[in-house]
Structures are given as structure tokens and as C-alpha cells.
């Protein structure tokens, strides 16, 4: 898939949780990460979302939010990836942070210069990358 954003997952549906507007959709990943989507039930319908159909899960890097810690508190998010900082790239303004989970898989975010300095992020630290379920857009192949 040629797409600007930067985290583009292929996966498989493991779940459809339906709702009374938007259903759930669980995503499970080759290293057995779980990504949770909330979409419409028309876009369950016009996508065939079913248990075992290949999807991409696709997050833009501005919709991640970075912790540090992240162990201490509970959130509402349900999609919490923990793993170590393996790049920062700093702007004037922004940075790109990439976070290397343990199956392997890398997630990116961007976030404010102030932030990162803030979270006193470096290379191998521990982070979290935290996303919003309505923040991930779910595709598939046609």
C-alpha cells in the first residue's frame, strides 16, 4: 500500500464486536500485537470485515500520543504499545519518535519538540505509543 502514513500494519480481523452505531474491530498482527478500530457498521458492511479477512490498520503518526510511564496509570485507550525508543529525530518545531515494540514491529509518532524534551526521551528508553481506537482507519484489498 503506497500511503503517507507512516504506520501502515497488515493483520488479521480476530474480532467484529458490534455496537449500536460504530463496531469494534480487533486487528491481530503478525507478532500477535492487537490493534482495536472503531468504524461504522456501514463501513463493516462495505469493507466485508469478517473474522480472518487480511486488513491494513493504518495510524497517522500525529494521532499517537507517547508516554513514559505509562505503567503507573490506567487509561481509556485500548490501544497501548510498549516498547523502546529506537529513534529521535528532532525538528524546530516537532519530532519523530520511533518506538520499536518487541515482536519487531515499529511505531511512529510526532510530537512537539517541548514534549519530547519533557519526557526526557532517548534512545533504547522504555515508552509507550497510545492511540485512540477511533484513530485508526481500517482498509482493505479490493
Same mark, same amino acid.
Not at 500520543?65 to 523502546?84: C, P, V, W
Not at 519523530?96 to 511505531?107: A, D, F, Y
Given at each position: #500500500?503506497?500511503? !503517507?502514513?507512516? $504506520?501502515?500494519?497488515?493483520?488479521?480481523?480476530?474480532?467484529?464486536?458490534?455496537?449500536?452505531?460504530?463496531?469494534?474491530?480487533?486487528? @491481530?498482527? =503478525?507478532? &500477535?500485537?492487537? @490493534?482495536?478500530? @472503531?468504524?461504522?457498521?456501514?463501513?463493516?458492511? $462495505?469493507?466485508?470485515?469478517?473474522?480472518?479477512?487480511?486488513?491494513?490498520? /493504518?495510524?497517522?503518526?500525529?494521532?499517537?500520543? /507517547? #508516554?513514559?510511564?505509562?505503567?503507573?496509570?490506567?487509561?481509556?485507550?485500548?490501544?497501548?504499545?510498549?516498547?523502546?525508543?529506537?529513534?529521535?529525530?528532532?525538528?524546530?518545531?516537532?519530532?519523530?519518535?520511533?518506538?520499536?515494540?518487541?515482536?519487531?514491529?515499529?511505531?511512529? &509518532?510526532?510530537?512537539?519538540?517541548? !514534549? #519530547?524534551?519533557?519526557?526526557?526521551?532517548?534512545?533504547?528508553?522504555?515508552?509507550?505509543?497510545?492511540?485512540?481506537?477511533? =484513530?485508526?482507519?481500517?482498509?482493505?484489498?479490493?
Amino acid at each position: #500500500m503506497q500511503i !503517507s502514513a507512516r $504506520n501502515t500494519f497488515c493483520g488479521k480481523v480476530g474480532a467484529v464486536l458490534p455496537g449500536a452505531v460504530n463496531d469494534e474491530i480487533e486487528i @491481530i498482527l =503478525s507478532g &500477535g500485537e492487537k @490493534i482495536i478500530a @472503531i468504524v461504522t457498521r456501514e463501513s463493516v458492511r $462495505n469493507l466485508g470485515l469478517a473474522e480472518g479477512k487480511e486488513v491494513y490498520a /493504518i495510524i497517522k503518526a500525529s494521532q499517537v500520543i /507517547i #508516554m513514559t510511564d505509562a505503567d503507573e496509570y490506567l487509561l481509556s485507550t485500548r490501544n497501548q504499545f510498549t516498547g523502546k525508543v529506537k529513534k529521535l529525530t528532532r525538528g524546530f518545531v516537532n519530532g519523530e519518535v520511533i518506538i520499536e515494540l518487541p515482536g519487531g514491529l515499529e511505531l511512529t &509518532g510526532i510530537i512537539s519538540l517541548d !514534549s #519530547m524534551n519533557r519526557l526526557h526521551l532517548e534512545q533504547g528508553a522504555t515508552a509507550t505509543a497510545v492511540v485512540k481506537a477511533s =484513530s485508526v482507519v481500517v482498509a482493505v484489498k479490493k
